[in-house]
């Protein structure tokens, strides 16, 4: 199965600037079936982002992803003291789709 | 708009069966959707369990393959997850989810079940 690794473990930023976060996969993601999901404490995962760079319904545009083969980037362009929370990634280029162990984004 | 809700024992003996059921509303069952299990463990990441179509047809992480049945009721638009043989690393928050051509876009709020003697 593919593994992927998401870095860092926790970013600590202040509201206002840019988050770069990034999930690595253990073997090529051959297609663009790498999605993101954030997740607040006690709520279920939401949709961010699907095919790397598409934003599911409703989500901001300062949500953006990017990357192909093996590395794939989560970036929010502003934070709002809304998005601070946990964010994974999951490939479901190959069964089984797995997800990311979880980058905590947390107020500085 | 679709909705998830989880249901079933919070508190399963080791060895014995944890069992959940998701009932679907807002959406029927047999929409071209595949209709899956992912569960948490407290404190820790994502972990798919498997997968059914209204068919019947389904996909099982192989990690669990052994333990795991999922099957569907079409007539009360419901879908539900038998674990067998648990033990304690069973003990996390089970979702049921959506997935939607290349989401998962609809998540039940989640149960936690506990194994415990």
């Known amino acids: 199965e593919i593994v992927l690794t998401q870095s860092p473990g926790t970013l600590s930023l202040s509201p206002g600037e840019r988050a770069t976060l990034f999930c690595r996969a253990s073997q090529s993601v051959y297609t663009t079936y790498l999605a993101w999901y954030q997740q607040k404490p006690g709520q279920a995962p939401r949709l961010l982002i699907y095919g790397v760079s598409s934003r599911a319904t409703g989500i901001p545009d300062r949500f953006s992803g990017s990357g192909s083969g093996t590395d794939f980037t989560l970036t929010i362009s502003r934070l709002e003291p809304e998005d601070f ?5 999951q490939q479901y280029a190959s069964s089984p789709t797995t997800f990311g162990q979880g980058t905590k984004l947390e107020i500085k | 708009q679709v909705q998830l ?5 919070g508190l399963v003996k080791p060895s014995g069966t944890l069992s959940l059921t998701c009932a679907v509303s807002g959406a029927s069952i047999s929409n071209s959707n595949w209709w899956s299990w992912v569960r948490q463990p407290p404190g820790k990441g994502l972990e798919w369990i498997g997968e059914i179509y209204h068919s019947g047809s389904t996909n099982y992480n192989p990690s669990l393959k052994s333990r795991v049945t999922i099957s569907v009721d079409e007539s009360k638009n419901q879908f539900s997850l038998k674990l067998s043989s648990v033990t304690a690393a069973d003990t996390a928050v089970y979702y049921c989810a959506r997935w939607v051509s290349n989401g998962y876009y609809t998540w039940g709020q989640g149960t936690l079940v506990t194994v415990s003697s």
């Not at chain 1, 929370?85 to 990634?89: D, I, K, M």
């Open chain 2, 5 to 9: 809700q989880e249901s079933g024992p």
């Open chain 1, 85 to 89: 929370a946990v964010y994974y990634c």
